[in-house]
């Protein structure tokens, strides 16, 4: 984007792509080509919302929304604009079509190992429109030159990504089977929604299966369901304190075991209240 007389458009679908944007808008114009704050967030555009420019430098989305819980089902197509995607916090969870794709990062720490390092898959010939000037920690066309090591990089958080790889290879199977634990995973915790007691956040539609927001009626019922649910080790269920309520983040990492816990505390707690 930087010395480009184009724009970058956006897809706003939460608060990391609104964060997305606001950063894009320090090196060039930024054109919204959707913004869902007026729906609260709760859902995503169809192909024929998305204003798209006429000669976007690349379009970007999030594929994930932690905070809101929100997340595509599928790889969005927008031709020949490069699509850029954040995808941190569902990197490895399923399978994706990466031809799609002109740009995808994801921080670690979600999915892939332990914060302190990020993931860049970039296609080759986006290489050729890095700006000349870049701050040279931030120049995608040197660390591809030097093979990601121009400088000693994050060792053990690289390592522990290998680990990681190794287990989703070997262990789970690969992202097919990865994607099929998720979906599992998420169906026991949406089918306690009943839209009374539980509401979800999120349209069933662009539910994400990471990151699981509802609320209660009450904020008290809320504070009381964060407690009794610490009393039964289910620890970090408060909805991010930008929009409150509850959040279930269940990653890779996290066992159907646990999700099967939380899952018989919620139908207790609302049998124990109705």
Same mark, same amino acid.
């Given at each position: ?59 970007? @989305?999030?594929?994930?929304?932690? @905070? ?40 670690? #720490? ?31 066309? #040197? ?65 994400? #299966? ?39 983040? @269940?990653?890779?990492?996290?066992? @159907? ?18």
């Amino acid at each position: 984007l930087r010395g480009s007389t184009r724009s970058a458009d956006f897809v706003v679908t939460g608060s990391w792509g609104q964060k997305a944007a606001q950063e894009a808008a320090r090196e060039g114009a930024v054109h919204i080509a959707w913004d869902g704050k007026e729906h609260n967030y709760s859902r995503l555009p169809s192909d024929s919302q998305v204003r798209r420019s006429a000669n976007a430098a690349y379009i970007h @989305i999030t594929s994930n929304e932690t @905070i809101q819980g929100v997340q595509f089902a599928a790889d969005p197509d927008f031709g020949d604009v490069p699509l850029v995607c954040d995808s941190s916090s569902d990197f490895l969870s399923r399978p994706v079509e990466i031809s799609r794709y002109g740009l995808i990062y994801a921080c670690a #720490q979600k999915n892939a190992g332990i914060a302190g390092v990020t993931v860049c898959v970039i296609r080759k010939d986006l290489l050729e429109r890095v700006p000349q000037g870049l701050p040279t920690m931030l120049d995608f066309a #040197q660390m591809a030159k030097y093979d990601s090591i121009y400088n000693t990089p994050p060792v053990f958080a690289i390592y522990v990504l290998q680990l990681v790889l190794r287990w989703l290879k070997n262990d789970i199977g690969g992202l097919a089977n990865m994607a099929q634990l998720n979906q599992q995973k998420s169906k026991l915790l949406y089918e306690a929604l009943d839209g009374r007691f539980y509401r979800g956040h999120a349209n069933v539609d662009c539910r994400s #299966q990471m990151n699981v927001t509802f609320r209660l009626p009450s904020e008290e019922l809320e504070k009381d369901f964060v407690k009794q649910a610490e009393q039964r080790n289910l620890f970090e269920l408060r909805g991010h304190r930008s929009v409150g309520g509850i959040r279930a983040s @269940i990653y890779n990492a996290m066992p @159907i075991e646990g999700v099967q816990s939380l899952r018989t505390f919620m139908d207790e707690f609302r049998q124990a209240r109705a």
